[in-house]
C-alpha cells in the first residue's frame, strides 16, 4: 500500500503538474479521478511544453501507466485529439499505457450546449469553462439520462439509449432558448461508434486494474484536477466545479478506498488566483497598472483551457488551512514563489473580517464569503531573481521568511518550493 495524492488547494491552476512529474520517478500507475477536460496542465518537460486537459500528466513519463477513473467526464473528441497530439510529440501511447474507466460518463454535443444556454447572458453565470462539464455530472446523477463509456462497445444498445435520451435532450435545449442547436440520435450514434472504434483498446476495467496493481505492490500516484475550492460539496459553493475535487474523491472516483492514501500533498501557489465566477476575498482588482495585472503578467495568469484572463491576488491562508485541512495535506508545496520577486513588500491574509466580527475560518457558502475583507499580515518583498536557486540556504532571508510563515500559518511542513516552470527550477526543502 503506497499511494499518494497530489490536490490543489486553492482555486485550481497551482501548477499540480510539475510536482505530478516530480514524483512519477517513484509511482507506477498514474490516476485522474474527477472533472474532464476543463482541467488545464502545462507541464515542461526536457525543454518541450506540453498541454493536456484530460489525460493524466503522469502519461508524459514512459514507464508510468495513466489511468482515467470512473469519476471523470470523458469528450471522447478531446480523448483522441490529446492522444494524436502526444503521438505526434513522439510520446508512445498505447492499450497499456493509457486505461480508461468503461465506467466514466460520456460527454455529448447536447451538454456543451446545454451549458453554453444556461451560462450566456444569465446574471447568475458561474463562469464555466464551456466543456458540458456541469450537465454531464448532472445527467450522471439523474442516471436515466447518462451514458457510460463501456456502452459505446455495444452498437445497438448505445442507439436505443441515445435514441431514448436526445429528443429529451431537445426538448429542454429548445426550452431554454428557440435558437438552440438541437441533435439526430442516430447521428451522434454513428460519430461515437466512429470514436469507439478508435477508443476500444483503452476502455477496461481500472477498479480491478487499480486493486490487483495495489496487491502486487504497485505505488499509485492520483492526481486530482481543479482545486479543493471548487470541490463541489465543500467549495465556495455554487462558483464550483461539479466534481469532488480535493481528495474527497478519491474514493468515488476511481473505487480505490481513502485508507490505501500514505502521503498527501497539498499544492498552493505563492499568491492565489481564480478564472471564472465567484468570491475571492484578497483578489487585487487594482487596474491596468495595479499588483493585480503585475502578477498575472509575470506568472502568465491565463487559462489553459480557455485562454481568460486569471484573477490575481494575495495569498489567502484563511482558505489554504481550510482546504489543506479538508484534503487531510500532510504537507505543502510551495508554487511560483519566484514570480513574487518584482514586489516591494508582500502580504497574506490570516484572518477575515465578517460582518463587524473577526473571524479564522472559511465560510463555506459564496454569499457569506463575498461578505469577508481580508485581515493582512504584511512581509517585506526580496526584490531579486531567484529562479537559478537550488538549495533552501541560497534563498534571501525575506524569502524563507515568506516560506517560513506559511508553514507557521498552515500548520503543516513545506516540502517543495518552486522558482520556474523547469523540472530543475524545484527547491526540496527537507
Ligand atoms: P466547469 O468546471 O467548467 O463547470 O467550471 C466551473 C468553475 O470551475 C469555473 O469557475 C471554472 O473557471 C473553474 N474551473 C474548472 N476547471 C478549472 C481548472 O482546471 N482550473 C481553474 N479553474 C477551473
Redesign the pocket.
Known sequence: MDCTCVVGLQ???EAKGKIVDLLTADHHIVVRYN?GA???HTIVKNGKTYKLSLLPTGILSSHMQAVIGNGVVVNPVRFLEEVTNLRAADIAVSGENLVLSSHAHLIFPYHVEE?RLAEFGSPQA??????G??PCYQDKLSRTNGIRVGELLYPDHLRDRLRYIVPRKNTLLRALSPEAETFDADALCAEYLGYAEQMKPHIADTFQLLHKALKSGKRLLFEA???SL?DIDHGTFP?????SSSTTGIWSGSGVPAKNLTRIIGIIKAYTS?????PFPTELDDGPTGLGETIRRIGREY????G?PRRCGWLDLVAVRYSATLAGADEVTVMLLDVLSALDELKICTAYELDGQRIDYFPGDAFLLERCKPVYETLPGWRCDISSVRKPSDLPAAARRYVERIAELVQLPVSIVSVGPDREQTIMMK
Open positions: 482555486w485550481g491552476d472533472g476543463n482541467a488545464g451549458e458561474i463562469g464555466t469553462t464551456g466543456r462539464i456541469g484536477a481543479q482545486g471548487l462558483y464550483v466545479t461539479s466534481s481564480r478564472v471564472g465566477r465567484g487559462g489553459t483551457v480557455t481568460r
